[in-house]
């Protein structure tokens, strides 16, 4: 079944930056082409919000707290999203997934960003 792996995250101070990659496995090229996929942050509250997003075609959207500051990529070849993360502060702080956004897969284990002093 289609696997989904998170890393990258790390403990960073405020203004730092990090980048995750996702790498999605055993799932056609053509499928991941098609798929829209989000990176989704679960914060202390427990519940999973959408950061970023790649479309296909070349399009992206993401949430207002992340405009300015963060960019979503992928590589269809290597089936790979990447979300590059830059000045951060503390409300970034979560667990960082990603997945398909409708007909998802199951859930990877995510990759834990702390932004703390």
């Known amino acids: 079944q289609v696997q989904l792996v998170e890393s990258g995250g790390g403990l960073v101070q405020p203004g730092g930056s990090l980048r995750l990659s996702c790498v999605v496995s055993d799932v056609s090229r053509n499928v991941f082409t098609l798929s829209t996929m989000t990176w989704y942050r679960q914060g202390p509250g427990g519940q999973r919000e959408m950061v970023a997003q790649s479309i296909p075609n070349d399009r992206t959207n993401y949430a207002h707290s992340a405009l300015g500051r963060f960019t979503v990529s992928r590589d269809n070849a290597k089936r790979t999203v990447d979300l590059e993360m830059r000045n951060l502060n503390p409300d970034d702080t979560g667990v960082y997934y990603c997945?398909?956004?409708?007909?998802?897969?199951?859930w990877g284990q995510g990759t834990q960003v702390t932004v703390s002093a």
């Open positions: 997945n398909r956004h409708v007909a998802q897969w199951p």
